[in-house]
């Protein structure tokens, strides 16, 4: 794991192979070691480099100047500046792709191909806007997820089958919320405000002229297969592929599936 500082604070990333460089995205809650599979498969041929989102993973806390993922996707852009990277294509996941679409509002010159995966770049719904910062306050309050919470969140990741199909990937999960607790709680809820109250970016997707694959799970509960149509019909000329078996962690519970749709997209867009 390498470490950059910026604006007072260390951000993790990991950073694998040589090539065309990918930028990897993790999801909310999640960390660099989500996209392991992915890496795997791809680094004989790309460079990956996979930075942790602030108060995840071994990043810091974030910058109290982090007030939004546009300065998220800022700092970025500065991580690629200090690796000395020009171009480089984006695969977010989530809060990854919300980013992602910032960083190429941004920088369009810079990303030469995109993929957004179980992701949604307009508003939150107000139904589940207000379900989710209520959740954070509690979280936020109680320093750390209280049971109920945990009951109702890990489910919304996976497959309806996930509990019977990856045990292990569904328990390792509610492990991982059951020990946030302190600090770093109640900055990963801070984090989760910036993901939950973000921007609108329609108008911008908009104006997007780079190759765009719009991937989802099918089971994707916070993330309905809807909400990536909605997309694909924003971008001029993205593809929409929906992905079997799979919820939100899609990248996770079909690895191998994923792993092939990234290899023959960037096969042609990334070089």
Not at 15 to 39: C, K, N, R, T
Not at 59 to 85: E, G, K, V
Not at 207 to 233: C, T
Request: proline share 6%; with cysteine; hydrophobic share 45%.
């Amino acid at each position: 794991m390498h470490k950059f500082s910026i604006d007072g604070r260390e951000m993790a990333y990991l950073d694998e192979g040589q090539g065309p460089v990918i930028v990897f995205g993790h999801s909310y809650l999640w960390d660099s070691a989500m996209w392991a599979p992915q890496v795997n498969a791809l680094r004989a041929q790309y460079r990956c480099i996979v930075p942790e989102l602030w108060a995840h993973g071994e990043s810091d806390h974030a910058p109290s100047s982090t007030r939004s993922l546009t300065d998220y996707a800022q700092q970025i852009l500065a991580l690629m500046d200090h690796l000395n990277i020009e171009e480089f294509s984006i695969v977010g996941l989530s809060v990854g792709g919300m980013w992602g679409t910032e960083v190429v509002t941004l920088a369009p010159q810079r990303v030469k191909s995109l993929v957004l995966m179980d992701t949604f770049v307009g508003l939150e719904p107000e139904i589940t806007h207000q379900k989710y910062f209520s959740m954070l306050d509690t979280i936020s309050d109680a320093q750390r997820v209280p049971e109920p919470i945990i009951d109702a969140v890990v489910p919304m990741f996976f497959a309806r089958n996930a509990t019977n199909d990856s045990p292990a990937l569904v328990e390792s999960f509610r492990r991982k919320l059951a020990t946030l607790s302190g600090e770093q709680a109640v900055e990963v809820a801070r984090i989760g405000k910036m993901v939950f109250g973000r921007r609108d970016q329609f108008e911008d997707i908009e104006k997007f002229a780079l190759p765009v694959l719009i991937a989802v799970g099918q089971e994707d509960a916070p993330r309905p297969v809807l909400e990536s149509y909605l997309m694909v019909d924003c971008i001029s000329g993205a593809e929409l592929v929906q992905i079997p078996n799979a919820g939100h962690i899609s990248n996770l519970e079909q690895p191998e599936f994923v792993s092939n749709i990234l290899l023959e997209f960037l096969a042609k867009h990334a070089h």
